[in-house]
C-alpha cells in the first residue's frame, strides 16, 4: 500500500479545500481574493504531494499493468525446472507468491522469475 501519511495529507488538504470552499467561506477566510489565495495554496499543496504519493504506491499496483501471474506449473515450465523445485523456492522465501481462495492456490509473477535468475547470477 501507499504511505498512509501521505495519503492523509492528501485527504487533509482536499478536506480544507471543500470545507473552505463551503458557504461559510468568507466568515472563517475574508474577502473573496483571500479565500482564492487561500485554496490557490491547498491546491498547490495537493498538486506538490501527488508525485510523492503515486511513488509510494505498492510495486504490485503497479505491476499489475505489466506483469503476469503465473500458476506454479506455468513458473516451473518457465524456468524449466519441475513443480517440486518451485514449492521449494517458495517455502524457502527466495520466491514470492500470491495466494488464492480457500485450498491457497499460488501464483508466482513472471518478473519475480526473472529477479530470480538474477540474483543466482549475483551469487
Known amino acids: 500500500m501507499y504511505n498512509s501519511k501521505i495519503g492523509s495529507q492528501l485527504t487533509k488538504s482536499i478536506n480544507h479545500v471543500v470545507i473552505q470552499n ?4 468568507t466568515d472563517r477566510i475574508g474577502t473573496h481574493s483571500e479565500a482564492y489565495d487561500h485554496i490557490k495554496r491547498q491546491l498547490l499543496n495537493i498538486v506538490s504531494l501527488l508525485p510523492v504519493f503515486e511513488a509510494q504506491c505498492t510495486s504490485d499496483e503497479k505491476r499489475v499493468e505489466k506483469d ?3 500458476t506454479v506449473e506455468e ?4 524456468i524449466k525446472v519441475s513443480k517440486p523445485t518451485i514449492y521449494e523456492l517458495i517455502n524457502s522465501g527466495d520466491l514470492p ?3 488464492f481462495g480457500q485450498r491457497k492456490q ?3 509473477w513472471k518478473s519475480d522469475l526473472l529477479n530470480l535468475g538474477n540474483k ?4
Do not use: H, Y
Open 68 to 70: 503476469v501471474l503465473l
Open 75 to 78: 513458473a516451473a515450465n518457465f
Open 120 to 123: 543466482k547470477n549475483q551469487n
Open 22 to 25: 463551503g458557504n461559510d467561506s
Open 106 to 108: 499460488k501464483r508466482i
Open 97 to 99: 507468491c500470491l495466494e
